[in-house]
């Protein structure tokens, strides 16, 4: 039997071939994919864990229902007026509220949009006047953006654009293209954000562009020296108004990945579909 099946493949010497090649680049395929994923996956804790810094507890509003994944949807924003009362808690050393987006679109001299290949067109407001502890950005050229007509763009866009501080670049949310002054140029240590874009304003200036006036998307807190998280939390729930939430930094970073958990199972599924049932099992595990 043995000599019979050799005696075949010596005859189709190119099936043969094609068809080992055929099992190896499936299974490095599907192996490759997994890597990809925990790559994915790993990448997002680092750039959720690095976006919460210095902060014991992040509050933010409920999210009322989910997506056709199963996974939440973006809260919506909240009065900013809960701001001071936080500030004022015994227990609360440092908070700071900001907003957040991932349609603010940065278009080119050209007057087209930056491509992000898929990727988020990101935005984010933070702090000029000094006080940095909750910001996970490092500025590499300029200065924090302040005011209605100045923003700050991420490294790459600025090296694979041609952009330098004092240029003008273009924005486009809720309307017309606005220009504004680059401020500065920044970069999220230790992550790259591939080919995602990255604008950051000053608070006014965001929440003017996304339509958000008095609103906050979320309030980073840090508590006094020495006092228990479970402390703080409890502390601040006396001060939330209804559709609020308050959760410990790790929470807040296990729900964040729940937003990404629906690329990452694509990918993953769309593997599995192409092979056999085992090998998906043993590969997820």
Known sequence: ML????????????????????????VAMISGTFVLTDTINNAFTTIFTQSYKNADAIISAETAFTNDNGNGVQAPSFSESLLPKVQGLSDVKAAEGAVNDDQTKLVGRNGKV?????AGSLATSVNPNGDQRFNPLTLTAGNWPSGPAEIAIDNHVASSKGYQVGDTIGVERNGPVQKFRIAGIVKLSGVSLG????????????????????????????????????KLISEIKTVLPPGTQVRDTEAQVKEDKKSASGFTSFTSSTSCSRSPPSHCSSAAS
């Open 114 to 118: 930056i491509s992000t290949q898929g």
């Open 195 to 230: 080919s995602a874009t990255l604008a950051i304003f000053d608070l006014p200036t965001l929440q003017r562009l996304l339509g958000r006036v008095g609103k906050l998307d979320l309030i980073r807190v840090q508590s006094n020296s020495g006092v228990p998280t479970s």
């Open 3 to 26: 000599s019979v099946a050799l005696k075949g493949l010596a005859g189709r010497k190119l099936r043969a071939v094609l068809t080992a090649l055929a099992i190896i680049l499936g």
